[in-house]
């Protein structure tokens, strides 16, 4: 599973709450973060987001998985300040890009992607007047965080037919197949939506 | 009901139906043949997923050569890829999407999404990931999302193909179940038991059209032909 999740299903005010009210609350702790610029504002940040999981009653290991994901750009922005710059500085910015990408993995975590592909609707309608279609848009969104786990599964097939043929190492090798088993689900995904009348109807 | 008249179609040079002309007025009707004998694309021509070359497909007085998208409101379709078919990130989403363009309002699309859901036991998992349901579950959700729209006819090009014993029998009763009428193209020659009628395609051709029984002969003595002369 990936670390940066989709939605769990769950109860509590978070998932109750509507996505525009998340979004709007993301959107004003960052501002606040970045405004404030201070590194203990910005760790007493980073502990109340991590805090946040178990209040909202998400399992502290979605939390460690983002640091996971994290922690090579943290080491990274980390190392450049220090050399370059102050320690607070460092610590500042490590902590409020944690902080905010977990908070950003809460959000997620408690949205329902059709919430949020609806929410975006909503914002995208004047769009509309420029030419463009915001539930196709959408639906473009709503596919392409679906490919996520299809480009994982299309890696690890590729992988296991290349070792079960004895061959090792060279990982560049698999790209070609990968990429054409993306370009056949593609296809057979496309053909799923003309077949299922989806694509008529966002192209109305 | 849908009628093949004189359907012709290439890819490239090459020929892959030819000449099929077909009335489908039974409740089930069956399709076997041999891998790339043509049936695939016959049933895409059923919904104007394929456009023949020459001849018409046509449902009532819709044509799919100008009225596909009227066409595959009505008649549904299941691939046997259930993966590729699944197209929204959770199962309910999945269903709620094809019922969009019926615009049936929100509170009966909702009514309609969880009625589905309980209906094929996939009400535990309407918010998990499609990706991560079973093999089955995946082709169960692919036959609700496409039956919550309730086409008058289901097309289903080989579904159980991809699943085990377990997954291809709850998916065979619930074939079975439906009142649409189904037509099946299929390796899995028990799902033909009860059919009304079975056709064999061979090389783009009906060659046999008939009973489930004298159909799956016809079938085993083609195949076996095929054997006697790949070994000479
Ligand atoms: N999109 C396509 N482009 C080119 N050739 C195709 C395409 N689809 C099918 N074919 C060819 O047409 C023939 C019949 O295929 P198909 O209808 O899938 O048969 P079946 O489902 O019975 O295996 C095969 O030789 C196949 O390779
Ligand atoms: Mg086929």
Redesign the interface.
């Known amino acids: 599973m990936s670390a940066i999740g989709?939605?769990?299903?769950g109860t509590g005010p978070l998932y109750r709450a509507p996505a525009w009210a998340k979004l709007l609350g993301l959107l004003a702790a960052g501002v606040a973060l970045l405004a404030a610029a201070d590194h203990r504002i910005a760790l007493g940040a980073l502990a109340a987001s991590l805090l946040a999981y178990p209040v909202v009653g998400l399992a502290p290991a979605r939390a460690w998985g983002v640091l996971r994901v994290l922690w090579p750009f943290l080491l990274a922005i980390a190392l450049f300040q220090v050399l370059f710059g102050e320690w607070e500085t460092a610590v500042r910015l490590c902590a409020q890009l944690a902080a905010l990408v977990l908070l950003a993995n809460v959000v997620t975590l408690t949205t329902?992607?059709?919430e949020m592909l609806d929410l975006f609707e909503r914002v995208a309608r004047p769009l509309r007047h420029v030419g463009v279609a915001p539930d196709r848009v959408a639906?473009v969104l709503?596919?392409t965080?679906?490919s996520i786990?299809?480009v994982a599964?299309a890696w690890r097939t590729s992988q296991e037919a290349y070792r079960a043929r004895g061959l090792s190492g060279r990982p560049h090798l698999l790209v070609v197949p990968v990429i054409v088993q993306l370009l056949r689900?593609a296809d057979?995904?496309g053909?799923?939506?003309?077949?299922?009348?989806?694509d008529?109807?966002t192209r109305a | 009901m849908l009628r093949l008249q004189g359907v012709s179609h290439s890819y490239d040079d090459r020929a892959v139906l030819r000449d099929v002309t077909l009335d489908l007025a039974e409740h089930r009707i069956g399709v076997i043949g041999a891998n790339g004998s043509g049936k695939s694309t016959l049933a895409r021509t059923l919904n104007g997923l394929v456009v023949p070359d020459e001849g018409r497909v046509t449902l009532g007085e819709w044509d799919t050569r100008r009225h596909a998208k009227h066409i595959r409101r009505r008649v549904g379709f299941v691939f046997s890829d259930a993966a590729n078919q699944i197209i929204m990130p959770t199962v309910a989403e999945d269903v709620e999407i094809g019922l969009r363009s019926l615009r049936l309002g929100r509170e009966e699309t909702a009514r309609r999404v969880d009625a589905f859901l309980v209906r094929y036991g996939l009400d535990g998992h309407r918010d998990h990931p499609g990706h991560l349901l079973s093999g089955g579950q995946k082709q169960l959700l692919a036959l609700a999302s496409v039956l919550a729209t309730e086409p008058e006819v289901l097309v289903c090009d080989e579904p159980t193909t991809l699943l085990d014993l377990r997954n291809t029998r709850m998916v065979h009763r619930t074939l079975d179940g439906l009142d649409q009428q189904v037509v099946l193209f299929t390796h899995d020659l028990d799902l033909l038991d009860g059919f009304d009628r079975v056709l064999v395609m061979d090389e783009g051709r009906v060659a046999f059209d008939g009973a489930p029984a004298e159909a799956v002969a016809h079938y085993l003595r083609l195949m076996d032909g095929a054997d006697r002369e790949a070994g000479a």
């Open positions: 989709l939605y769990v299903p329902r992607v059709r639906l709503a596919l965080i679906r786990p299809m599964d689900m057979a995904t053909e799923a939506l003309v077949a299922r009348g989806i008529d109807d």
